[in-house]
T-cell receptor, first 118, second 112 residues
Framework: DQQVKQNSPSLSVQEGRISILNCDYT??????FLWYKKYPAEGPTFLIS?????DKNEDGRFTVFLNKSAKHLSLHIVPSQPGDSAVYFC?????????????????FGQGTILTVHP | KAGVTQTPRYLIKTRGQQVTLSCSPI?????VSWYQQTPGQGLQFLFE???????NKGNFPGRFSGRQFSNSRSEMNVSTLELGDSALYLC???????????FGEGSRLTVL
C-alpha cells in the first residue's frame, strides 16, 4: 500500500518556464511534508517543507502548496533552470500528531524525473 | 560543518555473506536513520537510532540490524545476504529525529 504517490514518473520543461511536480497521499496522520532532490550517485538533498497547518510555503524559486482536503501537494519551480534537472521525491511524516512514533521515518513517493531543457 | 559521511561507498558481496555499513552524522545530530533504495521499491525506512537506542523500525526482516555508539555514529549490518539486498543504503541524520533529515551519499551494495 503506497501511502505517498507521485503519479508522473517524468516531466520535461523548457528553461525559464514553470515546473509543477505533484504528490498525493492517503494517510491522514501525515502532518509534515517535504521535497527532496536527488542527483545520480548522491544522497537526497532537502529542498523545502510544509507543515499541515499551512497551505503554502515559499523559498526563492521553490513553492510548495498543500491541499489537505484533497490530500495533495505540489512543488512549483519558477523559473526552471537546467541545473534543476534531477529526481524529485515527495516525502511525508507524522510528527506532531503521532505521539512521537515517527522518529526518523519519512514515507517517500517513487520520485519524478525532471528534465529542464536549455 | 561536515555533512553525513557513509562508508564504504561501494562494495560487492556474495550470497550468504554479511556486511557492515557505517554512518557518521553531522556534528550535533543525535538521530540516525537508515533507508534502503531500490529501483522497484523506492526509498524504504529501515530503522532509527537516538542516544544509542532504536526508537523506530520499518518492515524489514531480522537480518537487518543496527546500532549507535555514544558519539552518535551508527552502523547497520545485514547478515546472510540475498540477491534482493542489492541496493543503495542511505543514512539520514537530524538533531531530534523529526523534521528535515540530512542524507549521506549512500553505500552501494551489490550482492552476487
Amino acid at each position: 500500500d503506497q501511502q505517498v504517490k507521485q503519479n508522473s514518473p517524468s516531466l520535461s520543461v523548457q528553461e525559464g518556464r514553470i515546473s509543477i511536480l505533484n504528490c498525493d497521499y492517503t494517510n491522514s496522520m501525515f502532518d509534515y511534508f517535504l521535497w527532496y532532490k536527488k542527483y545520480p550517485a548522491e544522497g537526497p538533498t532537502f529542498l523545502i517543507s510544509i507543515s499541515s497547518i499551512k497551505d503554502k510555503n515559499e523559498d526563492g524559486r521553490f513553492t510548495v502548496f498543500l491541499n489537505k482536503s484533497a490530500k495533495h501537494l505540489s512543488l512549483h519551480i519558477v523559473p526552471s533552470q537546467p541545473g534543476d534537472s534531477a529526481v524529485y521525491f515527495c516525502a511525508a511524516s507524522a510528527n506532531l500528531n503521532a505521539g512521537g512514533t515517527s522518529y526518523g521515518k519519512l514515507t517517500f513517493g517513487q520520485g519524478t524525473i525532471l528534465t529542464v531543457h536549455p | 560543518k561536515a555533512g553525513v559521511t557513509q562508508t564504504p561507498r561501494y562494495l560487492i558481496k556474495t550470497r550468504g555473506q554479511q556486511v557492515t555499513l557505517s554512518c557518521s552524522p553531522i556534528s550535533g545530530h543525535r538521530s540516525v536513520s537508515w533507508y534502503q533504495q531500490t529501483p522497484g521499491q523506492g526509498l524504504q525506512f529501515l530503522f532509527e537510532y537516538f542516544s544509542e537506542t532504536q526508537r523506530n523500525k520499518g518492515n524489514f526482516p531480522g537480518r537487518f540490524s543496527g546500532r549507535q555508539f555514544s558519539n552518535s555514529r551508527s552502523e547497520m549490518n545485514v547478515s546472510t545476504l540475498e540477491l534482493g539486498d542489492s541496493a543503495l543504503y542511505l543514512c539520514a541524520t537530524s538533531e531530534q529525529g523529526t523534521g528535515e533529515l540530512f542524507f549521506g551519499e549512500g553505500s552501494r551494495l551489490t550482492v552476487l
